[in-house]
């Protein structure tokens, strides 16, 4: 199984500040037929179920705020909240989708400092 | 395109349970739904998947032989079971599509959840 590694476990970032989540995997998961990686970001807001943010490392979903981005490439990514808002509160999570079975990173939680 | 789940579930060790997963907006058969498992205070745990165009799965070595998907076409909705619960089962259980026909894909609509709890 592909192992999915996030830091920090816990991130605490002023109102208009940036945050950086970061992901690795314990192996690539670029398919390189489609030069794509598979690997997506959700946001998990309290009592809510997770929320699909980006796909593909860096393919922000329709209706995402343009202040959340994902980059990297291999088997390290990171995505970023380029200026916090309150309603970005939440626990984030990485996901490969390269492999069966897929599997999630153990969740980094966002608080407002 | 909504998943609406069933309500939460109070059982005791040993009890079997189905829980279900009804789709809508959408081609039903034609996307893979999964199963993700979220423990109290914990984070997310992918239990497999199935395809309700011909219900082939693929589960997660964590969770193959302890769990089993199901659907039932007619009326869209797709279901997870066990045959005798443990106290370890207690979890929120979602379900969720993948956006695309694929098996090899990101969720990209998920249920509300469904509560399971398994106490004496």
């Known amino acids: 199984d592909i192992v999915m590694t996030q830091s920090p476990e816990f991130l605490g970032v002023s109102l208009g500040e940036r945050a950086t989540i970061n992901c690795k995997s314990s192996q690539s998961v670029l398919d390189r037929s489609s030069n794509k990686h598979y690997l997506a970001w959700y946001q998990q807001k309290p009592g809510q179920p997770p929320k699909l943010l980006i796909s593909w490392a860096s393919t922000r979903r329709s209706g995402v705020p343009d202040r959340f981005s994902g980059s990297g490439s291999g088997t390290d990514f990171t995505l970023t909240i380029s200026s916090l808002q309150a309603e970005d509160l939440a626990v984030y999570y990485c996901?490969?989708?390269?492999?069966?079975?897929?599997?999630f990173g153990q969740g980094t939680k966002l608080d407002i400092k | 395109v909504q998943l609406e789940q069933s309500g939460a579930e109070v059982k005791k060790p040993g009890d079997s349970l189905k829980i279900s997963c009804k789709g809508s907006?959408?081609?039903?058969?034609?996307?893979?739904i999964g199963w993700v498992r979220q423990r109290p205070g914990k984070g997310l745990e992918w239990m497999g998947l199935i395809f309700p165009g011909d219900s082939d799965t693929k589960y997660s070595p964590t969770f193959r032989g302890q769990v089993t998907f199901s659907v039932d076409r007619s009326v869209s909705t797709a279901y997870l079971q066990w045959d005798s619960l443990r106290a370890s089962d207690s979890a929120v259980y979602y379900c969720a599509r993948h956006g695309s026909g694929t098996f090899l894909y990101y969720f990209d609509n998920w249920g509300q959840g469904t509560l399971v709890t398994v106490s004496s």
């Open positions: 907006g959408y081609s039903f058969t034609n996307y893979w």
């Open positions: 996901q490969q989708y390269y492999s069966t079975p897929n599997t």
